[in-house]
């Protein structure tokens, strides 16, 4: 099945052909650890999350390597460890192991690696030097820059020319500097902060330097897809081609000698204004964790097409929970037919013929979905359309004892699809029951089984005084074929 991406640097949607199958790189930006990741940061750790599942379906597990770093060394840790009179990564492994953690709880798989820049200071240093022997850069006061006017590509990923830049510039004017737009790719530490030798003085990388040189050591040049947010093509992804495509030894100065591929997710805004710390808008994944499913927020980051703005607001939250609980509805009903129906004898060579027939070119459809540049808003209105089968099932015409087998199917179905979204694959009574401790799951356990006898009594004024005991807990009861269950009203 073709995958086709829109990619930045070309500017269309385009077919993905990896340079090796066997051996699929992708690098993601990954944060800088000083404090909260807010749900604005948490975009793109889903939806190249939802890529990487994709990948992996498509060229299978072990031969997708992905890496999205800790960015360990930065001015506004530096500035909170003096804060706080304390070593930097006292900082960044508190803040580094909280991202991770809040991170898995939106169902995103750890990536293949983590690099770090504090643990890959060598590569970092050999870059630059390379990038001196190859001449595009130049060491001047203790700095080392990257010379843009010899690398005459420079801008072709944000589509600005050095005039432009020049003219729409905010760039630290320094007496050292050939010209403004030069960047920094290493620099003298200020008395008091952290320092790594180099040849060119004590200091430490500048922040673009960093990603090229952990992309070149870890997973070699050229990787095949690089992303990110919209916000960091230019500088930062800009600043990186250059600098990997011109630390090449022989280098044929090819953008796509670095990354073959370029992938930016819109931002997630809050009234129409970029979430961002700098505005102050923000909400924080570590907050939003408490009050909500991971499986949730997960689901609302993707309700939008990933190149698309999306508004983040507590409605989404509560329809998407509705989404959520409607198919995972459908997936405790489809236990309770199995229960009821269980499987044949023989049930799995049945199943061998069904699966051909039937399921197989509906999960092909929904991989031919995510396909077409991860439109996971069409994957999730066809998530409704294998539930509405599924339902189907539950009715059959066909014979009884071949009830549960067609559910089981379908419901496997239904559980895979939603796999590749990274949703669904919870137990549905645990779903529904989530935000329930166990003594009041006992307790509506008992009050059920008291609801059941008072109405098999036909003691229908204990059966409506429970109901309302039931309500009072915030408890809502739905009665189906096969017994009621119940869930916490939203
Ligand atoms: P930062 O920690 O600001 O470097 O951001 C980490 C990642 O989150 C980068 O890929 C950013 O592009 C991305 N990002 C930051 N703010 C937003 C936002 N409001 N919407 C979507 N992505 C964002
Ligand atoms: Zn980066």
Redesign the pocket.
Known sequence: MKLRLSDTLKREKVEFIPKNPKRVTMY?????VYNY??I??A??VVVFDVLFRLLRHLYGEEAVVYARNI?DVDDKINQKAMAEGVDIDVITSKFADIYNADMTALNALPPTIQPRVTQNMNAIVAQIAALIRNGHAYAAEGHVLFDVESYKAYGSLSNRSLDDMIAGARVEVAPYKKNPQDFVLWKPSKPGEPKWPSPWGEGRPGWHIECSAMIEANLGLPIDIHG?????IFPHHENEIAQGVCAQHGHSHQEESYARYWMH?????MDAE????SLGNVQLVHELIKDWPGEVIRLALLSAHYRAPLDWTTDLLVQTRKTLDRLYGTLREAKRVIETYPLPDGWEIKRHTVDGAYIKPRDDRMVRILCDDLNTPQAIADLFLLRDMLRGEFEAAGPIEERGFHTKAYMDLLIQCGGLLGILQTDPDEWFQGGADDDLSAKVEALLVARKDARAAKNWAEADRIRDELNALNVEVMDGPTGATWKLKA
């Not at 993601?28 to 800088?32: D, H, K, N, S």
């Not at 970029?274 to 710390?277: L, Q």
């Open positions: 993601v930006c990954g944060p800088t990741a807010h604005g940061n975009r793109p960015t990110g947010g919209h916000d960091l997710n819109g931002f997630l805004t970029k979430m961002s710390k």
